[in-house]
């Protein structure tokens, strides 16, 4: 059964909420930019985790619901509609199709799903470089008021939302389902989970959530091709970070993705192109050494101590013979 948290790790988070929410006011921009890509990407994260870690489906072709919200977000939001209106645009088409891809696409197990859904995704691309060729730049009145500052505090405000639903689906009902569904699909059937209703829901909620980080992006970005926003990148960037940070975690994806940002512009700098290599080496050695990832990691050593506290205060107090 669910438990309810501590106040001290109530107060914990309420208190980083804060420093977060501070930071444009301290920080240069340079260090602004870097969080709201941090905030981005561990959002977009989260909400790939919300159907690959909780329900076990590897979806592939997650770029395609970020490209929906970032060309819907960023198509209105540049024709005059206010950015509110735009962005829930954004969100309710990525969730729409996810409604339209995800009956025939989730009755395929294993490697056909998330093929099939990667087709999906290289479909819309190879569409929208056919059909919107030229790049999408801010106008003049845009670019003259652009700051950073609201962007990182919507990005923060996605985040705090995306690990809400993925700290929801970690206590409840709902999300007890989908552990069953990701750990033995046809127990879960015969316990009376509607599997498939389950994993659509999942696919659903998860849509929006990158939905929403691709509207975020379009409202960000000065400029960029259409057909950018649906590329693979996307998706395997998002798969990287939650496997970095950890599965099925609330966390582990925030975490991976500062991790994969600060690694990245390090290697980046010092190896050119041969960072990608490099990096692909730290992402086995991570996935080998700590399946669950850097939550994982901190949670052994966690344990560790208090196995070790615990031999501490048991060799002390025990009466010699």
């Known amino acids: ?22 930071l444009p006011l301290v920080a240069p921009p340079a260090v602004q930019t870097w969080s709201f890509l941090v905030l ?31 060309l819907v977000t960023r198509f209105l939001w540049l024709a005059g509609h206010p950015l509110p209106a735009a962005l829930a645009a954004g969100i ?5 199709a996810a409604l339209l891809v995800g009956p025939p696409s989730l009755r395929l197990r294993g490697p056909y799903f998330a093929i099939g859904t990667l087709a999906v995704a290289e479909i ?5 470089a056919s059909l919107l060729p030229e790049v999408s730049p801010l106008p003049a009145v845009a670019l003259a ?43 879960a059937e015969a316990v009376g989970v509607d599997a498939f209703r389950a994993k659509l829901a999942a696919l659903v909620l998860s849509s929006a959530g990158a939905g929403a980080a691709g509207g975020l992006f379009g409202y960000y970005h000065l400029s960029f091709y259409p057909q950018f926003v649906f ?37 980046a700098l010092q190896l050119l192109e041969l960072h990608l290599l490099l990096f692909g080496v730290i992402f086995v050695l991570v996935v080998l050494l700590f399946p669950g990832g ?14 070790k506290a615990w031999d501490t205060v048991e060799s002390a107090t025990t009466l010699p013979r």
Do not use: C, K
Request: no cysteine; aromatic share 10%.
């Open 40 to 70: 981005l990407y561990g959002a977009l994260a989260q909400s790939w985790n919300l159907v690959g870690g909780f329900a076990g489906q590897v979806n592939l072709g997650h770029a395609a619901f970020f490209g929906l919200g970032a």
């Open 145 to 187: 008021t652009y700051a950073v500052r609201p962007r990182y505090l919507l990005a923060l405000a996605l985040v705090v939302a995306v690990a809400g639903a993925a700290r929801w689906l970690s206590r409840s009902r709902f999300g007890y389902a989908l552990a069953a569904v990701r750990e033995d699909e046809e127990v």
């Open 92 to 96: 309710a088409t990525a969730a729409a």
């Open 124 to 128: 819309l691309r190879i569409t929208t």
């Open 231 to 267: 590329s693979p990148v996307w998706t395997f960037d998002a798969l990287l970070i939650t496997f970095l940070g950890g599965v099925g975690t609330v966390w582990g994806p925030l975490v991976g993705a500062a991790f994969f940002l600060l690694l990245r512009e390090a290697l």
């Open 294 to 307: 850097f939550m994982e990691a901190v949670g052994q050593l966690h344990r560790r101590r208090g196995r």
């Open 1 to 22: 059964m669910s438990s309810a948290p501590s106040r001290a790790s109530v107060l914990a988070v309420l208190a980083l909420l804060a420093a977060l929410a501070a």
